[in-house]
């Protein structure tokens, strides 16, 4: 089993930064591929960021590509989320996932383990 601990979220003006983090622990955190996702009220959950088991590789979709970052510690065994640039429409609860695989995939499928979420809030 696995369990995922977000931090980070909270409230921030249009424009600026937030960073969010993922401890992960009961597994080992160093073989698989982690993520994250959102999901806003009323919105379908969206795919946020992704990055291989030994963050050679991430993969964001365009919404977000330029303006955030994932990264990871596997001596922390904590994958990042470093948001630069946040927009209102960035406002949703952010969910940390980890993978089956190896691979930074977009598709929730892929992950067998999901954690709690944290709230990003973002004013205009």
């Known amino acids: 089993q696995v369990q995922l601990a977000e931090s980070g979220g909270g409230l921030v003006q249009a424009g600026g930064s937030l960073r969010l983090s993922c401890a992960a622990s009961?597994?080992?955190?160093?073989?698989?591929?982690m993520g994250w996702f959102r999901q806003a009220p009323g919105k379908e959950r969206e795919f946020v960021a992704a990055?291989?088991?030994?963050?050679?590789?991430?993969n964001l979709p365009d919404s977000v590509k330029g303006r955030f970052t994932i990264s990871r510690d596997n001596a922390k065994n904590t994958v990042y989320l470093q948001m630069n640039s946040l927009k209102p429409e960035d406002t949703a609860v952010y969910y940390c996932?980890?993978?089956?695989?190896?691979?930074?995939?977009?598709?929730?499928?892929?992950?067998?383990?999901w954690g709690q979420g944290t709230q990003v809030t973002v004013s205009s």
């Open positions: 996932v980890c993978s089956r695989g190896l691979s930074a995939r977009s598709d929730a499928a892929e992950y067998a383990y």
């Open positions: 990055i291989s088991w030994n963050g050679r590789s991430t």
């Open positions: 009961g597994r080992s955190f160093t073989t698989y591929a």
